[in-house]
């Protein structure tokens, strides 16, 4: 799928918000060209894909805008080799752009109908080493760790800290931590031993992270 101009002018802002933040890292950048961005968005909402804001999508949940996923797997520094988990498949499109950095991306949504569509859209888009699956992400993967790399796009009202057995040493997970009704703070979370070693990523408003799937959706 190529874009026409107008999404090309769009997509040209975003690279000049992306090098301005210095989050131009070339393999990241050629992956998100590579993933067609409104192939992931309702249809009327393909005008704003480039932009920074959320945009809501199927059963009731919303696609990231653009610069905080950006700057979320940039905090991630995927590269060839790594096995990753993502909790929150949504559209699928984190997925996808991962799934071209990353040897292997296993992606939970609650969601029979995101994790069923995004599993589609990977497949027209030829990305067999993305694993889509409805699941209880609540508490990750632990019986298919470990992984180098795990992001969640919801949030945890305390460190996860049961995470920490899951990654392989070295890795690195993203997740929001606080409160579900006030702000929230996407963190990165780098594996030294036992713990943790945290640094802030952006401010956000996340669902709080929800056990069991859905039964109807």
């Given at each position: 799928?190529?874009?026409?101009?107008?999404?090309?002018?769009?997509?040209?802002?975003?690279?000049?918000?992306?090098?301005?933040?210095?989050?131009?890292?070339?393999e990241?950048?050629?992956?998100?060209?590579?993933?067609?961005?409104?192939?992931?968005?309702?249809?009327?909402?393909?005008?704003?894909?480039?932009?920074?804001?959320?945009?809501?999508?199927?059963c009731?949940?919303?696609?990231?805008?653009?610069?905080?996923?950006?700057?979320?797997?940039a905090?991630?520094?995927?590269?060839?080799?790594?096995?990753?988990?993502?909790?929150?498949?949504?559209?699928?499109?984190?997925?996808?752009?991962?799934?071209?950095?990353?040897?292997?991306?296993?992606?939970?949504?609650?969601?029979?109908?995101l994790?069923?569509?995004?599993?589609?859209?990977?497949?027209?888009?030829?990305?067999?080493?993305?694993?889509?699956?409805?699941?209880?992400?609540?508490?990750?993967?632990?019986?298919?760790?470990?992984?180098?790399?795990?992001?969640?796009?919801?949030?945890?009202?305390?460190?996860?800290?049961?995470?920490?057995?899951?990654?392989?040493?070295?890795?690195?997970?993203?997740?929001?931590?606080?409160?579900?009704?006030?702000?929230?703070?996407?963190?990165?979370?780098?594996?030294?031993?036992?713990?943790?070693?945290?640094?802030?990523?952006?401010?956000?408003?996340?669902?709080?992270?929800?056990?069991?799937?859905?039964?109807?959706?």
């Amino acid at each position: 799928m190529t874009m026409d101009e107008a999404e090309r002018e769009r997509f040209a802002a975003f690279l000049l918000r992306m090098r301005t933040a210095g989050l131009d890292r070339r393999e990241l950048i050629a992956a998100v060209e590579a993933t067609p961005r409104s192939a992931f968005v309702p249809a009327q909402w393909v005008a704003d894909a480039w932009r920074d804001r959320s945009l809501p999508i199927e059963c009731g949940e919303t696609i990231e805008g653009i610069d905080l996923q950006m700057r979320v797997l940039a905090a991630l520094e995927i590269e060839p080799g790594h096995r990753v988990l993502e909790i929150g498949t949504g559209s699928g499109y984190t997925s996808a752009v991962m799934g071209r950095l990353a040897a292997r991306v296993l992606t939970l949504d609650r969601y029979k109908t995101l994790a069923a569509q995004a599993r589609q859209r990977h497949e027209t888009l030829g990305l067999s080493n993305v694993m889509v699956r409805q699941a209880d992400g609540t508490n990750g993967a632990p019986a298919e760790g470990p992984f180098d790399r795990i992001v969640v796009w919801a949030a945890y009202e305390s460190l996860p800290r049961n995470f920490v057995d899951q990654l392989a040493t070295g890795g690195i997970m993203a997740a929001a931590i606080g409160l579900a009704d006030g702000v929230q703070q996407m963190e990165r979370m780098a594996k030294l031993g036992s713990r943790f070693e945290r640094s802030p990523l952006a401010e956000v408003r996340f669902q709080p992270v929800m056990s069991g799937v859905a039964a109807a959706l």
